[in-house]
């Protein structure tokens, strides 16, 4: 198997088909300590792309509430129990000289030893209808323990603590750098578009065998019955490109992006190294936010697709959980979200400004605004501004730290 | 575009008809093939197939390829093995009809009447027909599809038994949330004779004893000291009647006094003092309406005009009427609007 470097698992890995990185990769971050699960952004996806006969099933785009919750039904707990199988006690981190590595074996390095069927080249499982059926089954209801009938889990609950938590995680495709999808296919009707990463299916070349469906970790493709096809998130290519009418030509987020009423979304388009690493582009808000501030980490990174979806945990969660979610670096974001310094402040202001895709932003001081403690420690805030560019070097938007007051004359007081 | 396919065959010299649902086929299929030695050629056909342009003939050809494979699979084996085992199922039904689930919760057998008149006595075997509905990942697992047919068509067969006597429909003074209550309870009781049939057999594991005697303990916590006994006079015993399992289901403690061998030398706690006309549901505090006040009476009244007002209710439906008049009562402290 060829080997390729993951630079989110701090080594090289197995990728059982040749990997092929684009110029640009569509990527973004998603601040879930935000996320009011409305489902706009699950309605806004609906609305535009999956809307026809045969689709009903199909959320490319969801919110799920976790521990819960998840669509479609236990995806992650399934996955991770296989790779638990396949490798058992295995799935750790260790760290040298400051720096993780993943000592365990992603999707691919558990499928030689664990074939699930055998003709399968990456680990994985094909969920059953009623699983992909009722998306936000069981989030709100409580449940008692599995195979004990008239029961209720006792924990939750109990004073003084409060020890019941949850949280909602809102999912797209993540475009991986190392897609499983693409991996599994055996006809190649799955690629990865060199200019912006976007992994599409071939709709003529796809014979519906379900291999991508059955490989990809997150369970992001979805099988069309009456086409006989799998369908899945394509980036709304039409907007990234600024080809789309409302776009006047200009790369525009997507639709889930740009419905987002909890400001939680910001989406961008990386550049790429040659061998499958980011290139250093300081000022790019999504590349100054996973690499430089380090606040967003991507979704179960031990899967080894490299996903490029990636998220501010949610600082109310307990630990573990989160570590098994995001990886080793959830102290160091909760850390850094929680007393951010001037410029993760400014640049966390460009959240939903705008709908056109920032390439590079600008961070200028401006004057102290407040003084005083947080959690038991000194801060102070600033009122700086930043500059939000486009494409081509122009300038989108400016916005500053402190929310701009706007009063109405008194005349309007009550008047609608 | 049709929706089944049926497979005929002939039983006791009359012919059967098993048709299955489309979906339901062409999904199993599709499950099964996974690593199938024989998937390469699967694939080869069903492939060819997305050249065709025509959407009719395309459809028509996936259908044709589909229910191929799963007779060449033999994926309905399991049935014609159930069958085999109690002929009354051929014999008094004239069709079995296997539909996709759209949920785990709708799996499971029924049986269909074609009555034409509510009171009909005789049904003949051209009016009776089986619904199925599972899953196709079930219909691939020949074993798992096994065991499911045979507790689900057992039930079936109790159904058509002129022995069991089963009759749809619960009496008529358990309406009300008290049928819930009922309906759980005679399931979990029929499950149990049904399961021992099968266990007896040896067609299951001995840990379907002790599951079922968790769920009759929890179902009649009253009964615990005859517990042992009663949970084996159905799981071990039989054969039993619908009615039995009904009035057993109704009031345990009534139905062991009137049963001579098991009631023997029985001390139960009585689980109630009578059932409350309004609710149904059995209560230890049984009020009479004489001492409630007029505008109550009439409030009972409006919402059950058939309610004798000789007859008791429960504390319960006391309170909660009276609770409804003080709402209706109440005044807003005080009005935010002016
Ligand atoms: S998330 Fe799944 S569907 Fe999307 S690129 Fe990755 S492996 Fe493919
Ligand atoms: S990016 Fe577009 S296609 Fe993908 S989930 Fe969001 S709205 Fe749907
Ligand atoms: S629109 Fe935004 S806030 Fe609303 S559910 Fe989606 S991600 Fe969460």
Redo the contacts between chains.
Sequence with gaps: MPKVYNWQLGRNMEYPHEAAFPKRQFAFVFNINRCIACQSCTMACKSTWTFSKGQEHMWWANVETKPYGGYPQFWDMKILKLLEEANPGGQVWSKKDGTFQFEGQTIFEAAKKKLT????RVLGY?P???EW??PNIYEDNPKGPKGQ??QWDKEGVQLPVHKTWFFYLARICNHCTYPGCLAACPRNAIYKRPEDGIVLVDQSEC????KCIEACPYKKVMYR?NT?ISEKCIACYPRVEGNDPESNGKPMETRCMAACIGQIRLQGLVKMNPDGTWAEDRYNPIYYLVHVAKVALPLYPQFGTAPNGYYIPPRWVPRPYLYQMFGPGVDEAIERYMNPDRELLAVLQLFRRSNLIIFSYKFEEGPKIFEGTLRGKPVTIYNDTVIAYGKEGEELFRTTVEEPVYERPAQHANSI | MKNLTSVDFRTHGKSYCVEYHLQLVEEAVLRIIRGHPKEGLFRKERDRIYEFTDPEEREEAFQQLHERWFNHLNLGEPVQQVFKLWPILTASTHRCLFIKARSTREIGADLYLARVKRDQPELSRTERTIVVQLTPELLCQSSQFLVFLQREMLHIVDMLDPYFGYESGFPKRSLGPYHRVLQERYKILWDITVDGRLYKKGWLPSSVRETHKMLFSRTFPSLQGELENLFSYFFDQGPHTHQELLSFAQNPEKWLAGTTDIGRGFKSTPSSKGWCVLCQFPSFQLINPVDLSADLLVQIQQEHPTWNPQEPICWQCKDLYEARSLIVEAKPVKSYIN
């Design positions: 069927p055998e003709s399968s094909l059953e209808d009623h059926n009722s009938p008239f014979r519906g065998y379900r019955g006989r």
